[in-house]
């Protein structure tokens, strides 16, 4: 009976550490400072939560693309675009910005006032992936979607 016992106790622990291999790693306290590098982006219309824009997978030039949290609220997007023959910068943004850990929110406060808030979907030590919420027009009729965001940081 011992021998029974000790066999199933074995099976289930090893079952267990599988399913936790599965899982992507997460940080216990995840760091937002860094450069964070976009992969791809999607539009969802919040209502039937259907594509309203395919996720888009951006090139190696786009990929370029990223914003920097630093210290001290400070924070820089920089930009690339895909012309027919190069690969250009596009532009730099400096803005302040807040991160609520709590209610998993950063907000982007940029110097003409205006103010973004992205939620925090999923963030560990190698992706970020937020949501944003903005008004679409459909044919003079408003609702609102979102664009999920991923960004990977190397």
């Known amino acids: 009976m011992k021998k029974v016992l000790l066999f199933l106790l074995i099976i289930i622990v090893s079952v267990q550490c599988r399913k936790d291999d599965d899982k992507p790693a997460t940080v216990a306290d995840p760091n937002l400072q860094g450069k964070w590098y976009v992969v ?8 039937t939560g259907t594509p309203e824009l395919a996720e888009t997978q951006y090139t190696d030039c786009e990929k370029k693309t990223y914003i920097e949290y630093l210290d001290a609220g400070k924070s820089i997007s920089v930009r690339y675009l895909e012309t027919f023959t190069d690969c250009v910068f596009d532009s730099e943004v400096s803005f302040n910005y807040s991160w609520d850990k709590a209610a998993k929110t950063i907000k982007h406060n940029y110097q ?24 679409s027009d459909s044919g003079g009729v408003f ?10 940081r190397n």
């Open 40 to 47: 791809s982006h999607s539009v969802i219309d919040d209502r």
């Open 112 to 135: 003409n006032n205006s103010i973004a808030e992205y939620n925090i979907v999923k963030l560990t030590d190698k992706e970020l992936v937020t949501k944003f919420y903005f008004l």
């Open 143 to 152: 609702h609102t979607v979102y664009e999920l965001k991923t960004y990977k």
